[in-house]
């Protein structure tokens, strides 16, 4: 007992340490452990995730050399000498022998064709599919304009055939003729069983890989065959394909998901929990050991001396955080240590200067970014957040300024049309992936309903701490539009009558009957019209144009095409117009509203045309032939001297 009472001080400095000590090691355990597992769960993933991808570039690199093998085919010159020659039997027999010979060259295909844009197959390694059409014409007119936008081979997906009930993908590539234009298509199915073996074959026994398509939700490749081609129903698998979660563990399994985006399909790979973080159970015994070696000294003198050494590291870097915020309201953080002859003295005074240079430069930038007269944004490259933008922009979109601090990108929006959203949308996909400059013209509408035309430019800006952004300017073009507009609407009208002159009204009436447009072309002259000039004057024959002219939109809408073509003659194209009744009607309003002009300047003499008319059937196609059509007839109706028409159909 007395033993015990003489060390009684000793004693409680012994429990005292001993609790430091576990609590220390136990600490330090904790710590070590959370933040090394998190580093090894992480390897272990990026490792499940490499093996993910590897597997999916295979899968890439197989249908490219199927891309490739078609490509080939539709090349060759047996391919374009047939298409020249289709009636040849010669180049028929050439191109069928050599179809069969370049289909050898590949073990897995099931067959190789070529085919017109209907799908109708000019030749076919399968003699039952040559001479027919295997779609619809619709799905035949989607499948030319796949294969024309793609430009090359291309792989449509991964399908059931319907044959040989197999899984193929599908691949097609353009025939061009000489004038390098797309004119056919060429196209092949490939059996998935050499790739299934690929995957197959570097795929050890633990770990199961799957090919998932997005799109039906059917396995494509499975580790387990019985599954390929089923519909999956791993709710987990599903739910991490919609929200396009890279990898995630369950109870039992650890899974990768790598997502072929262009082809909505992704790759999975699983394995079990014990196998990925097998190691993580050792490192955690191997810890717990070192722990329980390190004395209470080592650790407390490691952790007061680490506590006083970085205590000056962590000031400084909290004030370098508050600059690279922009931030330099706290520049007194480092005050304490700018007296020290240390290294940290060195930095602490550094730091200072650095504060002063920065915010200067701050200053000096925002007053230079509000002096432009053009409209500045920048945001990053995901379109969510804004990172800079001056109250010249904010005028431009009528936006008021003392919103600037809490606007949103979805503010911005607001102020765009859904067209217009769509295509700053495409030109932020441009610039971010263009080294240049991307120029195009933008209209925003303001809250009191004004439109403004803006030119913009667009760059995408890689910055040196790895941040990617985007800037916009913007200048208001709204005056120069207009008087673009103005400038056009002068060019196209006659200006005597204010209805289309000769050059626009033709060029309108043209491209109505290129579309396809129907109705009722009509021509006609006043009658005694240099009697009017020579004893009235030219001022009244100006003025019996100009009522005609009335005349003409009075009785004709406001969609159809007035035209006239200089001196006395003028034109009407009248769309949607399909009857002989009808068009006799709206021709007799028209005599009946010239009839009822009454001019002082021409002593009350009346007006009255000749007027020559066609009803434009699916034959008539050509202006000029119209032209000469309706002038015949006018001229027919102009030996009756009065108001008179002649319509044909």
């Known amino acids: 007992m007395l033993f015990l009472k003489s060390r009684k001080i000793s004693l409680k400095i012994a429990a005292v340490t001993g609790i430091v000590e576990i609590f220390a090691m136990t600490l330090l355990f904790l710590i070590i452990n959370q933040n090394l597992t998190k580093v090894l769960e992480k390897k272990a993933m990026d490792d499940m995730n490499v093996i993910a991808a590897d597997r999916a570039q295979l899968v890439e690199t197989y249908i490219l050399s199927c891309c490739d093998f078609i490509s080939g085919y539709s090349k060759v010159p047996e391919v374009r000498n047939f298409y020249n020659n289709r009636n040849d039997k010669a180049a028929l027999k050439s191109l069928h022998d050599f179809t069969a010979s370049y289909a050898s060259l590949h073990e897995h295909i099931e067959g190789l064709y070529l085919a017109a844009w209907d799908t109708y197959v ?163 015994y191997i810890i717990g050991v070192i722990c329980l070696l390190i004395t209470v000294i080592m650790v407390l003198t490691c952790v007061f001396n680490v506590e006083y050494q970085m205590k000056p590291v962590r000031v400084i870097n909290k004030q370098i955080e508050y600059f690279k915020a922009r931030d330099y309201s706290h520049s007194d953080l480092v005050r304490q240590y700018l007296n020290r002859e240390d290294e940290f003295g060195a930095i602490a005074n550094a730091v200072k200067e650095l504060h002063g240079v920065l915010q200067n430069q701050h200053q000096l930038f925002f007053e230079v970014l509000e002096a432009q007269t053009v409209g500045t944004l920048v945001t990053d490259f995901s379109d969510n957040n804004i990172i800079m933008v001056n109250n010249m922009a904010l005028k431009l979109w009528g936006i008021d300024p003392a919103k600037r601090s809490s606007l949103q990108m979805e503010d911005i929006k607001k102020h765009f049309d859904e067209n217009e959203t769509r295509k700053i949308a495409e030109i932020r996909e441009i610039a971010k992936k263009s080294k240049d400059e991307v120029v195009y013209e933008t209209t925003t509408i303001h809250d009191d309903g004004q439109k403004v035309h803006l030119l913009s430019h667009a760059k995408g800006v890689n910055l040196s701490n790895g941040d990617k952004v985007i800037i916009f300017s913007f200048i208001n073009i709204s005056a120069q539009k207009k008087l673009e507009e103005n400038l056009l609407e002068l060019s196209e009208t006659d200006s005597l009558t204010s209805i289309c002159n000769r050059r626009s009204g033709e060029s309108k009436v043209k491209k109505e009957i290129l579309k396809g447009k129907k109705g009722l072309f009509a021509l006609f002259d006043v009658n005694k019209f240099k009697f009017f000039n020579d004893n009235f004057g030219h001022a009244a024959g100006d003025k019996v144009l100009i009522e005609i002219a009335k005349c003409m939109k009075q009785t004709f809408r406001s969609s159809d095409i007035l035209i006239r073509f200089g001196g006395d003659e003028f034109s009407v194209f009248a769309t949607d117009i399909d009857s002989q009744k009808n068009a006799e009607m709206v021709l007799k309003r028209f005599l009946t509203n010239i009839a009822k002009i009454n001019m002082a300047e021409i002593n009350g003499n009346k007006i009255s045309i000749s007027l020559g008319a066609i009803l434009l059937s699916e034959s008539d196609d050509n202006f000029e032939e119209l032209y000469k059509k309706a002038d015949s007839l006018m001229y027919d109706c102009k030996k009756r001297g009065e108001n008179a028409f002649k319509i044909i159909s």
Not at 128 to 154: T, Y
Not at 215 to 224: A, E, L, M, V
Not at 276 to 283: C, K, Q
Request: glycine share 4%.
């Open 122 to 284: 000019f030749e076919h390694t399968n003699p039952d599919s040559v001479n027919k059409a295997f779609r619809s014409k619709e799905a035949a007119r989607q499948l030319e304009e796949r294969i024309k936008s793609e430009g090359k081979a291309f792989c449509s997906g991964v399908v059931l055939a319907p044959v040989s009930k197999k899984m193929v993908i599908p691949v097609y590539a353009p025939v061009y003729d000489d004038k390098n234009e797309a004119v056919a298509f060429a196209g092949a199915a490939f059996y998935t069983e050499e790739l299934a073996g690929l995957l197959s074959s570097i795929s050890s026994r633990e770990i199961d890989y799957a090919l998932l398509n997005l799109k039906t939700g059917q396995y494509i490749f499975n580790s387990d065959p019985s599954l390929v081609g089923s519909v999956c129903t791993n709710k987990d698998l599903l739910k991490a394909a919609e929200k396009k979660i890279p990898a995630y563990k369950t109870r039992d399994s650890v899974v990768s998901c790598h997502f072929m985006t262009d082809k909505n399909w992704i790759f999975v790979i699983q394995d079990s929990t014990k196998n990925v973080f097998g190691i993580i159970f050792w490192v955690r």
